[in-house]
C-alpha cells in the first residue's frame, strides 16, 4: 500500500501554525498544565459554526465548556481508573491527564444559543449564527 505525499504539506503546516496564533486556538496561561490538546474539525455552513472533537476516553462529566467575551473554551481531563506503574508498560501513546482548547468566535455568532452534544467519544459544539439585522425604513411625512 503507498501513501501519497502532498507537495504543500509544509505549506500546510505554516498555515494552521499562523491560524493557531492569530484565531487563537493557542494555550493561555491558564493551560500551562494542560498535558494535551484535542484534534477538533471546525465547520462553518449557512446556519451555523460547528465544531467536532475527538475525544476518546474522556467521560462528559470531565468536559467543561464556556464562553467568555467571545471565546469558547473547552477543557477537561482523561484520566485511568486502574493505578499502574509506568514500567508496566511495554509501549504508551495514549495520553492522559488534562486538556484545554480555546477558540475566537466571530462577531456573527450567536453565543446565546450554543448547544453541545457528546456521543461515542466525540463532542459536537453548533455555535448559531446570529440573524442579520434587516435595514429599518423610516416613512418621511
Do not use: C
Not at 124 to 136: C, H, M, N, W
Amino acid at each position: 500500500m503507498s501513501y501519497l505525499v502532498s507537495p504543500f504539506r509544509p505549506l500546510n503546516h505554516i498555515h494552521r501554525d499562523l491560524n493557531r496564533f492569530f484565531d487563537g486556538d493557542r494555550l493561555s496561561p491558564l493551560a500551562e498544565g494542560a498535558n494535551w490538546s484535542p484534534q477538533v474539525d471546525i465547520v462553518e455552513n449557512d446556519e451555523a459554526f460547528v465544531i467536532t472533537a475527538d475525544m476518546p476516553g474522556v467521560s462528559a462529566e470531565e468536559i467543561e465548556i464556556s464562553l467568555h467575551h467571545g471565546v469558547l473554551t473547552i477543557k477537561g481531563e482523561r484520566s485511568t481508573e486502574r493505578e499502574t506503574t509506568e514500567s508496566a508498560f511495554t509501549r504508551r501513546e495514549r495520553v492522559q491527564g488534562t486538556f484545554y482548547r480555546q477558540f475566537n468566535l466571530p462577531e456573527t455568532a450567536d453565543e446565546d444559543t450554543v448547544s453541545a452534544r457528546y456521543d461515542d467519544g466525540v463532542l459536537g459544539i453548533t455555535i448559531p449564527k446570529a440573524s442579520k439585522a434587516k435595514p429599518k425604513i423610516v416613512s418621511v411625512n
